[in-house]
């Protein structure tokens, strides 16, 4: 079965400063697709970034990048130039398409917090 | 263009009361999933809808059920509610499409509270 894990509940930085948070995940398959997700109080999930697992060049978006290491089955997701609204409940999310379709395996989720 | 609907945005019910929640996927969007969020599960998947068929199922009880209409909108029924089925449940609609990374949107959640 695959799983995801999250090994930092909390985190917390100052506006400007640089995050990283930690995911793992374990898994057989070659083919799958892993996702960083954003819910803020207002509890609306917002993709972050995606990695293809096919592709070794790690996704960037804006601030938000990852460090996909698939070896060692690591994605973790740094957050440059941290802004108040970073302020959220970060969750890591795998998926393996398949003939059974598609499901989203999250981890626990890390609270980040920003501070001024 | 329009967001993943969901409604209502909160409910109350009754140990042993039955309740039905509505998605409206993203438009082009064919497949629609269900998630469970509770504080001590975290999220976890209910099941998945294509194209009017159930297509994947995550590991409830047959308590909770589902269906998908011909313009893609779901529904989900949870029926004899329990004090544990209290979550907020989110759902999600998505391009079943590996060019298009198979991008997942998320509604903003129905909070069931069960009394």
């Known amino acids: 079965a695959q799983t995801v894990t999250q090994s930092q509940p909390e985190m917390s930085v100052q506006e400007a400063e640089t995050v990283t948070l930690s995911c793992t995940y374990d898994?057989?398959?070659?083919?799958?697709?892993l996702f960083w997700y954003k819910q803020p109080p207002s509890r609306q999930m917002i993709l972050v970034i995606r990695?293809?697992?096919?592709?070794?060049q790690n996704a960037t978006e804006n601030r938000f990048s990852v460090n996909f290491q698939k070896a060692a089955k690591s994605f973790s997701l740094k957050i440059s130039d941290s802004q108040l609204g970073d302020t959220a409940m970060y969750f890591c999310?795998?998926?393996?398409?398949?003939?059974?379709?598609?499901?989203?395996?999250f981890g626990k989720g890390t609270t980040l917090s920003v501070s001024s | 263009k329009a967001g993943v609907t969901q409604t209502p945005r909160y409910l109350i019910k009754t140990r042993g009361q039955q309740v039905t929640l509505s998605c409206s996927p993203i438009?082009?969007?064919?497949?629609v999933s269900w998630y469970q969020q509770t504080p001590g599960q975290g999220l976890q998947f209910l099941f998945e809808?294509?194209?009017?068929?159930?297509?994947n199922k995550g590991n409830f009880p047959g308590r909770f059920s589902g269906r998908q209409f011909s313009n893609s909108r779901s529904e989900m029924n949870v029926s004899t509610l329990e004090l544990g089925d209290s979550a907020l449940y989110l759902c999600?609609?998505?391009?079943?499409?590996?060019?298009?990374?198979?991008?997942?949107?998320f509604g903003s959640g129905t909070r069931l509270t069960v009394v």
């Open positions: 999600a609609s998505s391009l079943t499409d590996r060019s298009k990374g198979y991008g997942y949107t």
């Open positions: 898994t057989s398959e070659s083919n799958y697709y």
């Open positions: 809808y294509f194209s009017e068929t159930q297509r």
């Open positions: 438009s082009g969007h064919r497949s």
């Open positions: 990695q293809e697992a096919y592709k070794q």
């Open positions: 999310a795998f998926m393996t398409p398949n003939q059974a379709g598609t499901a989203l395996i």
